[in-house]
């Protein structure tokens, strides 16, 4: 029975102050008692896609940009979700979205040579699985052969030349690497001193290292480099940074820190010097 004195409003009514009080009641009460999960829109969307997985490629990605950038600048979806990447047979494309000044999208794009199937990589190493892959890597084609690549990598006295992140400053000469097992020492741009263990290493094809305090273990992040020759002089060259094994809590910022984009720019800068002979 309805109150005579306060009508029943009709559904076509525009909401008043009251009716907007009420759904920020009802919000802030949801948040509380059942909050959303992080990533869940991410993941939907994702999930959505994978299941089209038949789809053309082209269209797979038109579908993908649109739905992200319907969601307006700084909300979570744009976020959490600002790095997507997608392979097919023959090619790999990257997409890049980041909130601008004056809640603008920047979107920028990368495309190289394919792999099997579809992917997505969600910011700060977020998975598809909601699960943080603790690592990030970039490549790039270089007009040099891996020789000569791969002695500015595998020099310590060279790598400051390279280094993207601006964090190496300085490296005795003498300490070129030959084997897994090797320590060489670098001096980084806040004057604190790493000796970096060889952990993997193949002649003029693969090299990685973990860094470590001087006389201490490793704390288990690790750079790699890897080389694959292209053909006519040409080198495939792949960097990554894992810390899948970091063990101190204090180095996890700096770790996430070190994206793909700040990878991309020691192989430029690797690139440039290479190139030249």
């Known amino acids: 029975m309805t109150d005579s004195t306060h009508p029943r409003p009709r559904h076509d009514e525009p909401m008043d102050r009251a009716d907007l009080e009420l759904l920020a009641d009802i919000v802030q009460l949801q948040e509380e008692l059942d909050p959303t999960p992080p990533m869940l829109a991410d993941l939907v969307l994702f999930a959505l896609q994978d299941e089209a997985h038949t789809m053309d490629l082209d269209a797979e990605l038109a579908m993908l940009i649109e739905a992200e950038l319907a969601v307006p600048a700084g909300a979570r979806s744009v976020e959490l979700a600002r790095r997507i990447t997608f392979s097919s047979d023959h090619l790999t494309v990257m997409i890049a979205i980041a909130s601008g000044a ?9 495309a190289a040579p394919g792999g099997r199937r579809a ?3 969600l910011d700060r190493g977020m998975t ?3 699960d943080e892959q603790r690592s990030a890597s970039a490549s790039r084609e270089i007009a040099a052969p891996a020789g000569r690549i791969f002695e500015l990598i595998a020099d310590p006295e060279q790598q400051p030349r390279w280094d993207g992140n601006d964090n190496l400053a300085a490296a005795a000469p003498g300490q070129r690497v030959h084997a897994i097992g090797d320590i060489f020492a670098m001096t980084i ?4 001193v790493r000796e970096n263990h060889v952990v ?7 090299i990685a290292w973990k860094p470590a305090e001087p006389g201490k273990p490793p704390t288990g992040h690790l750079w790699r480099w890897e080389l694959q020759p292209v053909g006519d002089g040409t080198t495939l060259v792949t ?4 810390w899948t094994e970091l063990s101190d809590p204090n180095r996890e910022k700096r770790a996430r820190w070190t994206t793909s984009e700040r990878l991309q720019a020691s192989l430029d800068r690797l690139a440039d010097l290479a190139e030249q002979g």
């Open 239 to 242: 960097h990554t940074y894992d």
């Open 189 to 192: 741009t806040n004057g604190a």
């Open 119 to 121: 992917r997505a990589c």
């Open 200 to 206: 993997e290493f193949v002649e003029g094809e693969r």
């Open 102 to 110: 004056g809640g603008t999208v920047r979107v920028d794009g990368w």
């Open 128 to 130: 598809a699985s909601g």
